[in-house]
């Protein structure tokens, strides 16, 4: 592992599953709507389905299907699918977008916000996710993440891993790629940004995907310049 | 004046002049260094034309001479012609760019922290600033600004008063214009955000120009949704 991180003056970090347990929020508020309106189901793959929309609408702007969209628009999407595959019906407009924005309030896995509140108090922290702004300043605020900066693909009209989504938060910043970590539990997502010339720190989350079939990165390959088993030894490899 | 902000959901604010005493902090900056150099000069006209740099640069974009600017580099470009003038030689280029960024060192006005704190526990707060992401960021480090959200007319590529850099800020938070309100002590500001539907918050900064010639606005005429003479009794009036 290489650790030339001198440089380095700001924190970007991919959010569902590195910073949220999105899949145990996610559950707990479709099993609590299924327990309201009398439905039994595997919430569990219903999470995995409705989280499957999200990869789905990405895919379908990679592949000059559809044009740029939201998270939020890509959840309803597939949230309007698995509620009426659920016979889940009878929840008003405002219910069911109230469900929807359960994406806003996703819970910060044990160590997030310990870890990047010590981060903080030496470099820059942000986002830089697929999800849309909105969605991660109502999650920040939820969750009481402390960003200094909400940096999301919105902002270059694209999703991670296109390069301009990295490049974007370099220059918004005014700093040099190399001066910008992009901090993941996704080796894919680090590996996109480590070709641009960003650093690169790895957390891993083994239970990101509980007992569904997609699997985690469970250790750091050698390409990757700080790993860590937690944020706050993260932290202390960061020198803060 | 007005007063229907039950909906209001997001704050978002004029930074220069609103937030943080621009004038002052760069009177002190260029001073210092003006003594460093052994260079006596009027260190008041020094900070009103260097500002001026900053309007001129944005007004040739709206006149379609040039093409969108940070304010860095619009920022760099008049202290090159200032520093010229003034005769004050012998900066290195890393000196000079460390100049140049005190325009991310302003110092907040004594109400700002904890008036935005308080906002904060109700609102989402934000910038809405024609300054760049990263002059905003570096700035907000620098003074202990608590923003949830760093929006900034470099999101639409275009400046304040354009209409699309206020409903840029609603359509990135995920809100309609009358659930954000434009904070600022400029009129001008209030009125162009206010034609969008966006509600407004006044407060004034009676010193911020000192003894330029540009004069403040003092005090808020009827358009204005909440006005106070503090941003404490503004967030006492927001219901805080």
Redesign the interface.
Known sequence: MSSDISQVKALVFDVFGTVVDWRSSIIREISAVGKQLGVDGDWEAFADRWRGGYHDGMQSFRDGKRGWM?A?TMHRERLDILLSEYGMTGLSEDETEHLNKAWHRLDPWPDSVAGLTRLKSRY?I?TLSNG????L??M??YGGLP????LAG??AQSYKPDPKVYLSAAT????EPGEVMMCAAHLHDLHAAAKLGLRTGFVARPTEYGSGSRKPDLVADDSIDVAAETYDEFATKMGV
């Open positions: 939201t939020d820059i942000g849309n702004v909105g969605l300043v109502n920040a605020k960003w200094d900066v909400v919105e902002l918004l910043l005014g700093l």
